[in-house]
């Protein structure tokens, strides 16, 4: 980092906690970082000073070993979301007229900083790019996050979880139009597969099963079954209480519906799992040289249909 980035920072932290060096305010400055996709500690997100802030802090877990600290705009939030809305206007009637000594320490614990304070269950990494679209769509839209498929489902799955609807409709709309333009079944051998997007598509399958978006079931399904074997999709960790700190792939839904379209087009194909058999298979679909396997995907479309459908 830059000195004169390093001074900008120190102002910023300056100017929310105040010019002194206390214990509060050395503490949150070091809260004020979180591990980033690539495991490079960065600052969370800064919005003006001038803002009515609150605080909101992640938990800790076994992926990521430090309570991370957001300051955002207590307007935006309220505006955006309903979810924050509630909860800021929740807060607000709690730390009405004091009436006893148990009142008083509420109030206080739920503030850090003179800032209202919410613990919040969600990775620091996407709620770093849900505060930073927040805060700023147009400018989100131009940068290269924009383009990430981690950021886009994080958008996807934390728009959806706080209520910011147009997040996830023009999530949604961006994703159809670059990523995800698929619109028959006959698309899907025109797709390419690359091993390093395995991680992107699971990622990507469970924001949009969490936040319903019901017409990328398919295609992401699809290709999930296709970069994992049975074995992997049945091993996935499944998400356990967010205070357990265990890190997962999965969730049930997803593993559900993969498992099953999984053995659907497995017993079209091969009538029962075998990795290598498979394979060939799905590479004769890509280069689209193979008439069997033409056909085995539309009868399998056919058959499988309801499964797509369901959650």
Known sequence: MSLSKRKRSAQDDDSVFGADAGPENREARGAKKFLD???ELQPTHPWPSSDYTVALKT???????????FFACRSI??????????????RRQKQGPKKSKHDEDECRHGTYAGHPLFVLNDDPKELQDFLEALHDFRAYTRSPKW?????????????????VQYLVDDTVGYLTQTCYPVRALEDYQRLEWSSTQRMDELSMLNSVVEAGVKAFYPLLTYRTITLWSLNQLLSFPIPGPIESGGGWLFNQVCQIRVVRMHSSITSWFVGSFDGAVLKRLFDDCASRDSNRCKAGLQVW???????????
């Open 37 to 39: 996709r690539k495991g």
């Open 59 to 69: 938990k800790e877990s076994a992926e990521n070993d430090r309570a991370a600290l």
């Open 77 to 90: 939030l309220a505006r955006d979301s309903s979810t924050f809305g509630q909860m800021i206007a929740s």
């Open 147 to 163: 383009s990430s498929a981690a950021s886009a489902a994080a958008l996807l799955r934390l728009g959806h979880r706080y209520k």
């Open 301 to 311: 479309g056919s058959k499988t249909t309801k499964l797509l459908g369901q959650r």
